[in-house]
Nanobody
Framework: LQLQASGGGSVQAGGSLRLSCTAR????????IGWFRQVPGKEREGVACFSSSRDTTYYADFVKGRFTISRDRLKNTVYLQMDNLRPEDAAVYYC??????????????????????WGQGTLVTVSS
């Protein structure tokens, strides 16, 4: 079972990137999946997620209106479209999937320890 994250890069503030998370060895559409980010020295934080196989999405307040999570079931891939990027969005972005059930759907943003498999991370840098 594997998650492959890609799409990171360097952009100027106001620019856009689309991250991809491709699942191998399992059908990601059957599970909750989330995007997280981490800056060295800071805690990991949830960015956006699907809490389950349903298409209900959840976003951290600091990305609402700028980022969009989506899934392509045929490609077994989850995307994170990031628009209007800010310097504070710079981080390593990770995707992760969980095979259980969240007690509350919004936990897909906060309960990162409940995730079972993680991608390798993709670096996003944003210059001002």
């Amino acid at each position: 079972l594997q998650l492959q994250a890609s799409g990171g890069g360097s952009v100027q503030a106001g620019g856009s990137l689309r991250l991809s998370c491709t699942a191998r060895g399992f059908n990601s559409a059957n599970h909750g999946i989330g995007w997280f980010r981490q800056v060295p020295g800071k805690e990991r934080e949830g960015v956006a997620c699907f809490s389950s196989s349903r298409d209900t999405t959840y976003y951290a307040d600091f990305v609402k209106g700028r980022f969009t999570i989506s899934r392509d079931r045929l490609k077994n891939t989850v995307y994170l479209q990031m628009d209007n990027l800010r310097p504070e969005d710079a981080a390593v972005y990770y995707c992760a999937t969980e095979f259980g059930d969240f007690t509350r759907p919004t936990m897909c943003l906060t309960a990162w320890s409940m995730y079972d498999y993680w991608g390798q991370g993709t670096l996003v840098t944003v210059s001002s």
